[in-house]
């Protein structure tokens, strides 16, 4: 079989990345871009030189680099947490486009690691060792959230509450009422009692172990940046909860014996700190835009504009996440 040779823009990329790791003082042979499977935005690749290897994130070829694919904006964030006690990946060098045009990335260390969602992804984590990796990821965003805004690279205003329940109330609304039973009465549930905004912290948006790589039950590198913002500390915990609990993905997931529940990942986040008000509110609203997302993602495929069968088996997950967050505000 003849082999196939990498594409005209990927050789020009990987010339680009060699030079600029050279440039940032490493040596040694070089190997090609090899893709990364994974990721939700712009391009991932993995490349050695010498004895480093590294993680190359870098915008599509003729896309803007806006939004999820604004690379350089992911890195500008690990910079600045380089110094910090939050265990991040890196970086160690990048490219702007020049005059707006060119290809945008940047490399940083590829941490070994694992990332698995112990109720959702395969292989299954040993529910002794998902157990210990929850729990230390309850412990480790607190310091996310204690990192002074002042000292990094903030490009946005941060969401009220009221702001995250809007945003979530409009995917929601694009989703048939067939697909989300109950959804509507969901969304006026919280509607009705929205709590008062506290001060902004920095969120990473979407922490869960599926975004911690960790060796062993240890947490080494937080990844997957592309929607940090300022916002509220209690939107990211109530949406960490969902994950803590695999009776919420009938059909998707799995349920983990032994996973700590949802009073004690709250308390170890805590810790010694003054109680957060107004949690059960922000627990249903993780699960509200969880099935919003779930939703939308149902609603794409049933209407041919991304096809994926495995879609079919997420009517029972929102269903279930709706009917919970329900519950959690009777």
Do not use: C
């Not at 940083?108 to 698995?116: A, N």
């Not at 803590?244 to 709250?266: I, M, T, Y």
């Amino acid at each position: 079989m003849r082999e196939q040779k990498p594409a005209p823009e990927t050789t020009a990329l990987a010339a680009r990345v060699v030079a600029g790791l050279r440039e940032a003082g490493f040596d040694g042979e070089a190997s090609v871009l090899e893709p990364m499977l994974g990721g939700h935005s712009g391009l991932t690749y993995r490349i050695t030189l010498g004895d480093h290897s590294f993680v190359v994130k870098a915008v599509p070829p003729g896309q803007r680099p806006i939004g999820r694919h604004d690379m350089l904006r992911q890195a500008r964030i690990l910079t600045a947490l380089a110094p910090t006690d939050v265990p991040v990946p890196v970086v160690r060098a990048s490219e702007e486009p020049v005059d707006g045009t060119g290809q945008a990335w940047f490399a940083m260390d590829l941490v070994p690691g694992e990332s698995l969602e112990p109720v959702l992804d395969d292989p299954p984590v040993e529910p002794t060792m998902a157990a210990a990796r929850m729990r230390r990821a309850a412990q480790v965003l607190p310091r996310l959230h204690a990192v002074p805004l002042a000292q990094l690279p903030v490009d946005s205003e941060p969401l009220s509450p009221f702001d995250e329940l809007a945003r979530w109330i409009r995917t929601m609304d694009a989703v048939p009422s067939e697909l989300a039973p109950r959804a509507d009465e969901l969304r006026e549930r919280l509607s009705a009692d929205v709590p008062d905004a506290i001060d902004p912290v920095l969120v990473h948006g979407d922490y869960r172990l599926g975004n911690i790589l960790s060796q062993g039950e240890e947490p080494v590198a937080l990844i997957d940046w592309e929607i940090w913002s300022p916002g509220d500390r209690r939107v990211e915990l109530g949406w960490f909860l969902v994950f803590a609990d695999g009776s919420n993905f009938p059909g998707v997931g799995r349920e983990v014996p032994g996973l700590p529940g949802a009073g004690e990942l709250v308390a170890l986040y805590t810790g010694e700190s003054p109680a957060l008000p107004d949690l059960t509110w922000f627990d249903a609203l993780g699960r509200f835009k969880m099935a919003a997302i779930m939703g939308h993602n149902l609603r794409r495929h049933r209407e041919g504009r991304h096809h994926d069968p495995d879609q079919e088996k997420l009517p029972a997950t929102i269903e279930r996440l709706i009917v919970t967050g329900l519950e959690r505000l009777a």
